[in-house]
């Protein structure tokens, strides 16, 4: 019927057509009329005789069409089907999902990575750890942060992932589409540019690549590029800056060193004071240990860090202790446990653990493992307490730190060389402490379901090497990023 | 593999052993491939994702830093001196001068204040005597040839005080109070405390933002030989703080 119809429509232009070609024949509506009720009366137009017949036919035959096609266009619907059925699915929709992430640090409010200011599903989330004025062998509860990664969308993420960032900023001054650029104008690089890197410029679905024309130092506000490319986009304030030749060296790393310009304590001196204390090839960032330890739900992995490489067999890093006693010990009594303020490192059986009141000091010996968090630790031997140690005495795990005082490896610095994007740390689920389950297809469930929610630790040490003074770590500042990403 | 139906006509007009036959084979071949993994091989090209970054994470270093003031004389800092090398300053006052002369029985003191201008505690601070000679005094006209840094040579103590220079404790010799003169303390603490690793250990200390006070004793024995006149002991006191 529908099919008809459309025929009947298209054969109204042909009538119209005919009666336009027809230029004299009617020279009014009234003719017209006239024609339709007499045709056999109508006197055609001046032709030559045999023309004029078959003129005449056609055009008859073209304004049926054209009164066919008229009534067929205005109100023969359904006219032609006295039966018919039909069946409509109607409202039929497709929709996507979203895949989406948070990122909280300690107890802060979390960020969101659909949040972000560039609207490429990233977002700029705080600091993960701001640690001030330390000094070799100390380690206090600024020195390590619990970050949750949480999946907050409706998809799973098939793989969860930490890297190093690149060198990177943002955007403080917009670039204009079809405009030359000469200069990009950032927030303070975290990390140094060399000459000839490549600079990616991104917001949204776009990006654009420039190669840079001179260094920049970490911490600069300007990035030369050279030959003046146009924009091919306006890119507004904020918009992500990256490095993508970065973190190939120690040199050229996210993490980047900088002489402290303000004292540790009012009054006190401050690194730009000095001059035994070189930036040159990021020390600082070369000193400090970093580990990466996973906790969720109660079991252990070490993701990077000693005990990372290889995987210790419960799961721990080597991560210090500095925590005070929560209950005293009895001068004379042999405790079997040290009831302590939450654990801000691990403890592995066979530990020794020192607690210190004064001059007066003495050291136990772990008789099981005790993770972060945990407010006691078991202690075998039943050594009687040589003092009365009170409560809030200061207790360490000076295995670890005697561990970890010799290690020169498990940096910042070879972080960000080691996992650059192109050697992400792929978190795959832990199946038992220091075991992965590699067979798991989702790495992050989707909101509310599994193992949508994952909590790590991340904590840095300075260490102290035996046999050298660390002089010319004074008064430094490293500064770094981490990343934590998610795919479909 | 057979082209579908509109390539295969392209393929009837421009031959199948063409060169753009084939090119069209493989660029067909390519189409199907992408058009597969576009649709199975989601995981691969990460269709969907999502990132955090943490960043500005940061860590600083405090400093560990001293002066050095003799008396009223200018202060002394570890760093950034003419002479400082690695927050270690040699070019501090002296503390006893060789104009002025000594008689056997007569002490001379010269008070040392060191101040920590860090902001990190010093757990630790020590002292020692990288060296003690002896020589002529310059305008002696006839040295007597003993050497006061040996034994029967110079007395020396290092009081400990408060910031008015009242005594606390005597910490060479140790005693409690007031510090005496003792026979060969000279020649002892040179002997025993004479690099960073035999320091001799004054405790913790001081506190960023707080100082220690001290109080250097020397004199000639009452009983001097007269082999000690015209001479002189050259050395020097090296005070060193540690985290």
Not at chain 1, 21 to 33: K, M, N, P, Q, R
Not at chain 1, 384 to 391: D, I, L, M, V
Not at chain 2, 149 to 167: K, P, R
Request: a neutral charge; aromatic letters at 8%; hydrophobic letters at 35%.
């Amino acid at each position: 019927m529908t099919r008809l119809k459309k025929l009947l429509v298209a054969l109204t232009p042909m009538g119209a057509a005919a009666y336009v070609a027809g230029g004299g024949t009617f020279s009014s509506v009234a003719d017209l009329v006239e024609w339709a009720r007499h045709p056999t009366r109508h006197a055609p137009a001046p032709a030559a005789p045999s023309e004029s017949a078959a003129l005449w036919r056609t055009k008859k035959a073209l304004l049926l069409m054209m009164a066919i096609g008229a009534a067929a266009y205005f109100g023969l619907g359904g006219t032609f089907a006295s039966f018919s059925a039909e069946t409509s699915n109607l409202g039929s929709g497709i929709s996507s999902g979203t895949l989406t992430m948070s990122n909280q640090v300690n107890t802060g409010t979390a960020c969101l990575s659909m949040n972000g200011a560039t609207q490429d599903n990233i977002a700029g989330c705080g600091a993960a750890l701001t640690v001030s004025n330390i000094a070799p062998g100390m380690f206090g509860p600024a020195q390590s942060a619990k970050i949750t990664i949480e999946n907050t969308g409706s998809i799973d993420a098939s793989k969860l992932y930490l890297y190093a960032p690149s060198v990177n900023a943002k955007l403080s001054a917009a670039l204009t589409s079809g405009v030359a650029v000469t200069t990009l104008t950032v927030t303070p690089l975290e990390g140094p540019v060399a000459i000839s890197d490549q600079i990616v410029v991104s917001f949204g679905g776009h990006s654009q690549t420039f190669t840079a024309s001179a260094a920049a130092v970490g911490g600069a506000t300007s990035i030369s590029v050279s030959g003046s490319p146009l924009a091919n986009f306006s890119y507004p304030l904020s918009s992500n800056v990256n490095d993508t030749s970065s973190n190939t060296s120690v040199n050229n790393t996210d993490c980047y060193d900088v002489k402290t310009q303000s004292p540790g304590t009012p009054g006190a001196t401050q690194g730009s004071q000095l001059n035994f204390n070189p930036t040159t090839g990021n020390p600082f960032c070369s000193a400090v240990l970093m580990y990466v330890q996973e906790t969720t739900g109660g079991t252990y992995y070490c993701w990077s860090g000693k005990g990372s490489s290889p995987q210790a067999a419960n799961g721990l890093c080597v991560a210090p202790v500095s925590v005070t006693l929560t209950t005293g010990l009895t001068s004379g009594v042999a405790p079997t446990t040290l009831q302590v303020s939450a654990l801000n490192g691990n403890v592995t059986s066979g530990n020794q653990i020192t607690v210190t009141s004064g001059t007066n000091t003495q050291t136990f010996t772990a008789s099981a493992d005790a993770h972060i968090g945990d407010t006691s630790i078991a202690v075998s031997g039943a050594p009687a307490a040589n003092f009365s140690y009170p409560s809030s005495s200061p207790v360490v795990n000076t295995s670890a730190l005697t561990s970890l005082n010799s290690d020169t490896t498990d940096t910042i610095s070879t972080f960000d060389t080691l996992h650059p994007v192109g050697g992400r740390i792929q978190l795959v689920p832990v199946q038992s402490n220091g075991v992965l389950n590699t067979n798991a297809t989702v790495q992050l469930s989707h909101f509310n379901t599994g193992n949508f929610t994952r909590t790590f630790y991340v904590g840095l040490y300075l260490p102290v090497p035996a046999g050298s003074n660390q002089n010319a770590l004074q008064g430094l500042a490293s500064t770094f990023g981490l990343t934590w990403h998610i795919d479909q | 593999m057979r082209p579908a139906g509109p390539l295969r006509s392209i393929a009837r007009a421009s031959g199948r052993q063409s060169s753009t036959w084939r090119l069209k084979k493989v660029l067909l071949s390519l189409i199907v491939l992408g058009g597969l993994s576009s649709f199975t091989l989601t995981s691969a090209f990460a269709l969907l994702n999502g990132e955090s970054r943490n960043i500005g994470s940061s860590i600083s270093s405090g400093t560990l830093t001293f002066t050095n003031r003799v008396n009223l004389g200018s202060l002394c800092y570890s760093y950034s001196g003419p002479s400082s090398s690695g927050n270690a300053n040699t070019a501090c006052d002296a503390l006893f001068s060789s104009a002025t002369q000594m008689y056997p029985g007569t002490p001379a003191t010269s008070r040392v204040t060191i101040a920590n201008d860090g902001s990190l505690d010093a757990q630790d601070l020590s002292v020692y005597m990288p060296s003690c000679t002896a020589a002529a005094t310059p305008t002696a006209p006839s040295p007597g040839g003993a050497d006061p840094c040996a034994v029967a040579g110079a007395q020396f103590y290092i009081q400990e005080t408060d910031s008015s220079f009242t005594a606390t404790s005597c910490k060479y010799p140790a005693a409690a109070g007031s510090c005496t003169f003792a026979a060969n303390t000279l020649f002892f603490f040179k002997s025993s405390a004479n690099s960073a690793p035999t320091a001799f250990d004054l405790g913790s200390g001081p506190a960023h933002g707080q100082s220690r006070y001290f109080v250097i004793g020397m004199q000639l024995p009452t009983n001097a030989s007269n082999a000690l006149q015209g001479e002189e002991a050259l050395f020097g006191l090296t005070w060193r703080v540690t985290t």
